[in-house]
């Protein structure tokens, strides 16, 4: 007795038998993935980034390199780059390779938002993968973290302009004390170039004055008071209390000599400070004055930016969200081409062994009615 075949076991001993038609498909599968790999492309991984940056303490321009132009900037810093090139672990990589943009959002008082996007191209997707990831895992890091390089940029730029300030205020300085030299002028250099105009020397010379005309004062009162009439031991009494001695002699003669030396003392400081004015110095040396004082003005507000912008390091939040996307190179890679060349060699295998039967049952069945 037969034994039943079913219809699985007639197929696969079907496949079997003619198991060869499978190798032109095979053929002709290798050589559509060798040309599809050619015309497929590369791949383009891009990561999209949501930044945002909020400072919760916002000093006069303390927001200022902390926006998200600033983040975008930092992905062109030498140091960001190298950072990056690590990553990878390839030394020769060509950074250049990354497309970077930014689209800004908003900007406002203390907060700005925007998208940065970082694209990269290769044949290997799995590559391109590895490459934008590398890219966004170092963003990120540098972006949000309290000691990146988001933060230490604002401030060494600050740092930068405070240091040149400086270094502009000191040469100016420089050729004020070599011309105050050369011109003979003996006033306080230091206080000549003070911006504000409220120089202490000057405030000390104006406290003095104001000392010695209260003084000045008391003295003519007294003197006024003897010259009336007071009798002698009253004028004594009086000129000992004013000149805070015993007058044993005239008083009227002790009271004039202390006001002649009160005039000549309010004469030398007002010798003194108008020789620290403005109008007492010529127009050369006047112009580099004025000049010397604007670079103070520049380094005290450089200064004062520098240390705003370490205050705000303490206070901005910095946010992230990214999105991986990729286009193009679907059947470039290995994989890919494998796929390929197994989708043709079976599913055109298949229908050629079938055709093949069925035609091979159609003959069959003609020879016999002809027979």
Known sequence: MTRRTSGFDRDARLIRRRAWLFIPFLILGIAVALFYHRVAGETNAIGTMAIETVVHEVYPGGDRGFRTFEADQMTKDPVFKQEVIAAIGDPNFNYARFGISLVTVSIGDG??????????????????????????????????????????????????????????????????????????????VDQLANPNGDRSVIQGLNLQEAGLLTELAQ?????????????????????????????????????????????????????????????????????LVDDVRARASVKNQANLDLNDAKAATASIKTDIETTYTQTGGQGSSLLGRIAIVLAITIVFGLIAIYAWEWLGQVRSAISSSEK
Not at 122 to 136: I, Q, S
Not at 257 to 276: D, F, H, P, V, W
Request: charged share 20%.
């Open 111 to 188: 907060v700005a938002s925007g998208t940065e996007t970082v694209a990269i191209r290769d044949a290997n997707p799995l590559t391109a993968e590895k490459y934008r990831n590398a890219f966004v895992n170092v963003f990120t890091k540098e972006f949000t973290s309290l000691d990146g390089l988001f933060r230490r940029s604002a401030v060494a730029q600050r740092q930068a302009v405070a240091n040149a300030a400086e270094a502009n205020y000191l040469a100016g300085y420089a050729q004020l004390v070599a011309m105050a030299k050369a011109k003979g002028i003996t006033v306080p």
């Open 219 to 287: 003295v003519q009162g007294a003197e006024s008071t003897i010259a009336a009439g007071a009798n002698v031991d009253a004028a004594k009494a009086l000129a000992s209390s004013i000149l805070q001695t015993t007058v044993a002699g005239d008083p009227a003669t002790a009271l004039k000599a202390k006001e002649t030396a009160l005039n000549a003392a309010l004469a030398s400081i007002r010798s003194q400070r108008s020789a620290m004015s403005d109008g007492s110095f010529d127009a050369q040396f006047l112009a």
